[in-house]
């Protein structure tokens, strides 16, 4: 290659300037403005689906298609994913204050709703979503009142991939929309095609041809699965009379009676031999219904009646990842909505929470059994093993206050004994006699200790054998029963008797003694 420039003395050659080698790495080069493709030179930014260029019609040609049974059902289907999941903003690093405003902003939303309109991204490309914000609520915070989606066939992209409405006063290049005023969901948007794919697109021709041979499949069940009514005249019959037999065969399709001539006779006959051309109908059928399910949910084993246990398990594994992605795109979505409610609020240099789509999980009721006998029998489980092992998150249990034993003021004299009279029938001040009752609870306190032990020890045996066996829940409560015998509950039918009896006694004494003190006042 030719090296260009010029030589300013006989040995020295100054080179020519690159004018692409001036441009710096951080500009683009590659640009609509520059690009071969003359339909970026319009202001505006024609849809590029394949479809609808062929076709010749704007995007709602798409709309149409949801009045079809089978397309119809799977973007319920679809959509019923997403919306069986639960909702929750994640704070990260946002302050307690911000996660406070975005909270209350999404809960006083139609949450549902907006999912759900949201998810018309996947099906069209992309929806716009106009935001209506409202400043005096949540405390003078600028937060969404509400969120509405908007015809797509209202907007359209520029050359620079901006939104514009196209209103009654701009209906050809649109109007420009202010900032932080419309969310676009789309679909595999890219710098090429903004409007992003439509699902709906995959499943044009095939609903098309569904249509059309069903159509064609009605015509010929009306053609051979009627019989036919063969009028026979003699030879010679004026075509005036062959007509009006014709008029009367015509009628008797409908009514079943028929008026003919004398001389003239009616044969049925039925159709036979053309099941292969209605399977063939069938077939058609069928294979644009699995196209369908195929566009929108990624398979068709889970709508067809041929499909199998297996296959369709393993469809369902399709459905999920599909479901997954739509989540993803809603959730990004509402994220930059929280992003605009902190920068309204605290700027654009604070941490936002985090939107997150999840699907609540279903609690183990073998293990939940097997916690609840080991509870109930003594043990005692910690708050991180509830977290651990059924998923909560910190915060959610509350830790267990601790727990203070107070021990009774030592008695003095006659206090120490514990009599709630002598033989005399002195009375007994107050203030001694609480100390006494206080004495006779914490004495009994102590005996339940010795008592339950031996009762609960059976039982800690078999739990550490099923520990170190690997028995399963359901083994450890088939034992239960033969272990139970061992358990001696003499010594707590004793101390409940006693405990029963000297209840008794306090009470009897404390109202023999508010007796002597009103007649002491009186």
Request: hydrophobic fraction near 45%; proline fraction near 7%; aromatic fraction near 8%.
């Amino acid at each position: 290659m030719t090296a260009r420039g010029l030589y300013v003395t006989p040995s020295e050659f100054v080179h020519f300037a690159d004018p692409s080698a001036q441009r710096p790495l951080s500009e683009q080069i590659a640009t609509r403005d520059r690009s071969p493709d003359f339909a970026a030179l319009s202001l505006l930014l024609p849809n590029p689906d394949p479809i609808l260029k062929k076709q010749g019609r704007d995007i709602a040609i798409y709309t149409e298609l949801r009045s079809d049974a089978h397309v119809g059902g799977c973007i319920r289907r679809r959509k019923a994913g997403v919306l069986a999941m639960e909702w929750r903003l994640q704070r990260g690093n946002a302050s307690a204050r911000t996660l406070k405003i975005c909270q209350a902003a999404f809960d006083a939303l139609d949450m549902r709703r907006i999912l759900r309109e949201m998810l018309d991204a996947p099906l069209f490309g992309w929806q716009p979503m106009e935001i209506v914000w409202s400043k005096p609520l949540f405390g003078g915070a600028t937060v969404p009142l509400d969120v509405l989606a908007k015809p797509v066939t209202w907007f359209q992209f520029d050359a620079n991939a901006q939104l514009r409405f196209r209103s009654r006063n701009a209906p050809l290049y649109g109007e420009e929309l202010p900032e932080r005023k419309f969310l676009v969901p789309a679909q595999d948007a890219s710098y090429a095609n903004p409007y992003g794919f439509a699902d709906l697109s995959m499943c044009f021709w095939p609903t098309v041809f569904k249509r059309g041979g069903l159509k064609f499949w009605v015509t010929f069940a009306e053609k051979y699965g009627t019989p036919w009514l063969i009028g026979k005249t003699p030879r010679g019959t004026p075509p005036a009379e062959q007509s009006a037999l014709l008029d009367n065969l015509e009628a008797m399709v409908q009514d079943a009676v028929a008026v003919i001539p004398d001389d003239a006779s009616v044969d049925i006959v039925e159709s036979a031999g053309k099941t292969a051309s209605a399977d063939l109908y069938e077939r058609l059928l069928m294979f644009c219904r699995s196209e369908i399910a195929i566009a929108l949910l990624g398979q068709n084993q889970t709508t067809e009646v041929q499909s199998n246990r297996a296959s369709a398990t393993a469809g369902l594994q399709v459905v999920t990842e599909l479901r997954d992605a739509d989540a993803r795109l809603v959730e990004a979505t509402l994220n930059q909505l929280l992003r605009w409610i902190v920068d309204l609020n605290d700027g654009p240099g604070a941490a936002a929470p985090t939107f997150e789509l999840y699907e609540q999980e279903e609690v183990d009721t073998t293990l939940a059994l097997r916690d609840k006998t080991l509870t109930e029998s003594g043990a005692k489980l910690t708050p991180a093993y509830f977290a651990r092992v059924y998923g909560f998150e910190p915060g959610d249990i509350a830790e267990p206050p601790p727990q203070t034993m107070q021990t009774p003021a030592p008695l003095s004299g006659a206090a120490q004994n514990p009599a709630f009279a002598d033989a005399a029938g002195k009375y007994i001040a107050p203030a001694q006699r609480m100390t006494t009752t206080e004495m006779l609870v914490q004495a009994m306190q102590d005996q339940w200790q010795s008592i339950s032990e031996p009762m609960v020890a059976p039982l800690r045996a078999l739990f550490a054998e099923a520990e170190n066996s690997g028995l399963t829940a359901q083994e450890l409560l088939d034992k239960l029963p033969s272990t139970l015998p061992e358990v001696d509950v003499k010594p707590l039918t004793e101390k409940l008797a006693q405990s029963a009896f000297i209840a008794r006694v306090i009470a009897a004494n404390n109202a023999d003694n508010a007796d002597n003190a009103d007649l002491a006042k009186t």
